[in-house]
């Protein structure tokens, strides 16, 4: 167990609707990251927040936003949901913001699109 | 554009024999090295990180080996065991200012532990 809590761990739902994607991170960390895993792209990294701020951006699609709570967790919102949207959804965290802090991952939230 | 690859995408060891999982990186940049293992299901957990000022490290039966001049990574691990059947990945970050933002996962490797 890594310490890196998500929900949900399973979730389907319609094309164009709209899902939320919460993460809870090991206690102390501050810096909280979003993964997407799919089949033909495999881990990408999306956004990275630290202590509330957005610190860098990857590959994330405007229809996808995410933010940190003063109480450090995250949410990942996905809008106008399309079949390409099917994937593992992973958040990390870390305990500072330097390089070569550990980034430990949490058990993903499988999202199917239909 | 930089990127993060493997050799090979499947590796199948005899139990108890010795495992090295390949990883080759472009960016000249890359400070920061990491291997993460995946399991069936489940998130990415970390297994032993390297920084470029090294070129080896050694934990619980694996072994990072860092060759700058190639750019290339690579995993060993002692003594195979069946829950090592995995699949593995190599992540890199450049040196940066604010921390692993730029971390970059390689494709990944299915190690298969033959029983």
């Known amino acids: 167990d890594s310490g890196v809590t998500q929900t949900p761990k399973h979730l389907i739902t319609a094309t164009g609707q709209r899902v939320t994607l919460r993460c809870s991170p090991r206690?102390?960390?501050?810096?909280v990251y979003w993964y997407q895993q799919s089949l033909d792209q495999g881990l990408q990294f999306l956004i990275q927040?630290?202590?509330?701020?957005?610190?860098a951006k990857g590959n994330i699609l405007e229809r996808f936003s995410a933010q940190q709570f003063p109480d450090l967790h995250s949410e990942l919102n996905l809008s106008s949901l399309e079949l390409g949207d099917s994937a593992l959804y992973f958040c990390?965290?870390?305990?500072?913001?330097?390089?070569?802090?550990?980034?430990?991952f949490g058990e993903g939230s499988w999202l199917t699109v239909v | 554009g930089e990127n993060v690859g493997l050799h090979l995408p499947t590796l199948s060891v005899q139990e108890g024999d010795n495992s090295i999982i390949n990883c080759a990186y472009s960016?000249?940049?890359?400070?920061?090295f990491i291997w993460y293992k995946q399991e069936s299901g489940k998130g990415p957990q970390f297994i032993i990180d390297?920084?470029?000022?090294?070129d080896k490290r050694q934990g619980q039966r694996v072994t990072v080996l860092l060759n700058k001049t190639v750019k290339h990574l690579s995993l060993q691990i002692a003594a195979t065991q069946p829950g090592d059947s995995a699949v593995y990945f190599c992540?890199?970050?450049?040196?940066?200012?604010?921390?692993?933002?730029?971390?970059?996962f390689g494709t990944g490797t299915r190690l298969t532990i033959i029983p």
């Open positions: 927040y630290y202590n509330g701020e957005e610190r």
């Open positions: 992540a890199e970050s450049p040196q940066t200012n604010f921390g692993n933002e730029k971390l970059t």
């Open positions: 390297i920084r470029s000022n090294m």
């Open positions: 960016n000249s940049a890359s400070d920061y």
């Open positions: 990390a965290s870390s305990v500072v913001d330097r390089p070569g802090n550990t980034i430990y």
């Open positions: 206690s102390g960390d501050l810096s």
